[in-house]
Structure formats: C-alpha cells, structure tokens
C-alpha cells in the first residue's frame, strides 16, 4: 500500500489503555477510544460522525507493555490505520503501535463528574474515581462548569480522594460524553 493512501486510512482517536494480553508472547493489547479527532479544531465523541469501531476499541499489534508503561492510567492520541486481518465479531477494525501513540497537545479534552459545584471560598469535591484528564468538568442538574485544574488533598475515610480545585483561565471547547474505564 503506497503512504499516501495509507494517510488517507488513517484515523486519529483520543484513548487510554484497556488491557493487555499477559499469556501472548507478541506483548500485544487493546486501547478504548473515547474520541476521534476529526481536525485540529474538531474532536467529536466516537462513533458520533462516523462508524470509527463496534468495539471502541484499537488493536496494539505489539510493544503494548511499553505503551501501558508511558501512559498508565491516562488519556493520550493515537493514530490508528484499518486492519489488513479478517475480521469477526468482536474484532477491532483499527490498529496501531507505540511510535504511533502521543500525549495530548494543550487541553483537548476534560472528563465530566456528576457532582455539585463546590463553594467557591473552599473549592474541594470528593470523586469517586482518579480523574483521567488534566482537567476536569462538573456537571449539576443540567448544568457543565469548569474546566478545573485539580489537586489530591487527602483520602477519605471510605477510600475515596478530596481534590482542591482551581479554574483554568485558557480557552477551552468543551463535549460532552459519558464514560468510564472497564
């Protein structure tokens, strides 16, 4: 396949890791796309303009404990080309490596907490899981406010994590898409 035509397949997705498979000898494992990134100025939630995958998910068809290392637990960007294998249900149609993967340039995308807004003179919120993202949105009623900047506290005493939080002053475009990490 010649590279243009090959640019042409490619796909850009905002993910993080899913799992990987401990019993392969290739170290191969699979990333959960939350995002396509459809231009430099357009990031859509996957599967919303366009089919990306059933599965949300991309193959790594190698080095993918280098990649679980890098990235722990967050959000980066991969670029993904189709998969030349037959595919079955289940299978993801897109894959991708570790030169492939990068951090995400600036905020490009914040993950959503169902919480109230906290009183501005002792900005602290109690979530129940370690956020993903730089920053962070809260969502109350029908209400989405922030960005904010984040900062562990304390634990709480039912294991849970209190965070200060601050607002970022730059520009930001926000969507919204509920999700969390299997």
């Not at 640019?7 to 993080?16: K, L, M, P, S, T």
């Not at 029908?142 to 634990?155: A, S």
Request: contains cysteine; aromatic residues 10%.
């Amino acid at each position: 396949m010649d590279k243009h035509r090959l640019q042409q397949n490619e796909r850009r997705v905002i993910c993080a890791i899913e799992r990987g498979y401990s019993n392969s000898e290739s170290d191969v494992g699979k990333l959960r796309a939350f995002f396509e990134i459809i231009s430099p100025s357009e990031i859509t939630p996957i599967n919303c303009t366009e089919m990306f995958c059933e599965t949300e998910k991309v193959f790594v068809t190698g080095r993918f404990s280098e990649l679980q290392e890098k990235y722990g637990d967050k959000l980066f960007e991969a670029s993904c080309i189709p998969s030349s294998f037959e595919r079955r249900d289940g299978d993801c149609r897109y894959v991708t490596r570790l030169d492939s993967c990068s951090d995400i340039k600036g905020l490009s995308c914040s993950q959503v907490f169902d919480h109230p807004l906290p009183n501005a003179t002792e900005p602290e919120v109690v979530l129940t899981s370690k956020p993903i993202t730089k920053s962070i949105l809260l969502r109350s009623k029908d209400y989405i406010y922030g960005p904010f900047e984040y900062m562990p506290i304390t634990d709480t005493a039912d294991g849970n994590q209190r965070y200060q939080l601050k607002a970022i002053t730059s520009p930001i475009k926000i969507l919204y898409r509920h999700f969390t990490l299997e």
